[in-house]
């Protein structure tokens, strides 16, 4: 009866990691550029009462074995890299990504991070940075007498000065891919690390050699599906409720021997 016990707990605690889970799901589902979080979970070992094929008569053996599994576990934590909504700003600097890919972002260590967030700003010496701060790479600088900024689906960034709006080209944004993004650590901040999972980042142009296009003037919003979440959120919550009673059901068991054995 214990391994009951145990089993539902297990089963319970899983449900509670869901609820987590989706709950972070939820809060960001304005985030731009997340990415929606699942949770993948594995059966614990089995006791082996029986085994399988063994002798149950002369020359006649059990088509299958006797076993109790012991619960379940989770295995991870796994990102969804879908495309999320498209977002018209119409401001010049916020970008996204079609398709594959991340920009690639500078820390003040000098580490590099990777974000699908393209809410681009301009500090005080010019440069292109995240909302944090976080220097765009490669390092790119608007002039102060920018009258307007073009940037293609190849990550040209052409700049516009002076009165006669003269077109200069600045550089380009390029962007990297990973042979598993659903390995890459998250940081907060819509940061991204390289793990060994993850494999090495593979930089390249827009557009090129599997890598997305970007879009001048809009932002790519969360991927995360309310209605998909909140029937998720439903389905766990009926799933703890279901371990719960299997704990009571076990617990009603046992005091019902005690009556017996008590006489």
Known sequence: MMRAFSAAA????????????IANNLANINTVGFKRTQVDFQDLVYLQ???????????????SGLE????????STLKIHTQGEAENTGRNL??????????????????????RDGSIRVNAKGNLVTSSGYLVEPALTIPNNTRA?????DGTVTIFSG?????TNAGQITLVRFANPSGLRAEGENLLAETPASGTPVTGTPGQDGMGNIRQGFLERSNVQMVQ?????ITAQRAYEINSRAIRAGDDMLTTANRLVGG
């Open 163 to 167: 009165t006669n709006n003269t077109a």
């Open 68 to 75: 109790i599994g012991c619960g379940v576990r989770p295995a």
């Open 94 to 115: 916020d970008l996204m990504i079609e398709g594959d890919g991340f920009f690639k972002i500078s820390l003040p260590s000098g580490e590099a991070r990777y974000t």
């Open 10 to 21: 297990t089963g319970m605690n899983a449900q509670q990691l869901i609820v987590d889970t």
């Open 49 to 63: 009462m029986a085994e399988a094929g063994r002798e149950v008569a002369a020359g006649i053996q059990a088509p």
């Open 149 to 153: 900024v073009s940037i293609g689906q």
């Open 229 to 233: 979440e909140l029937v998720n959120l």
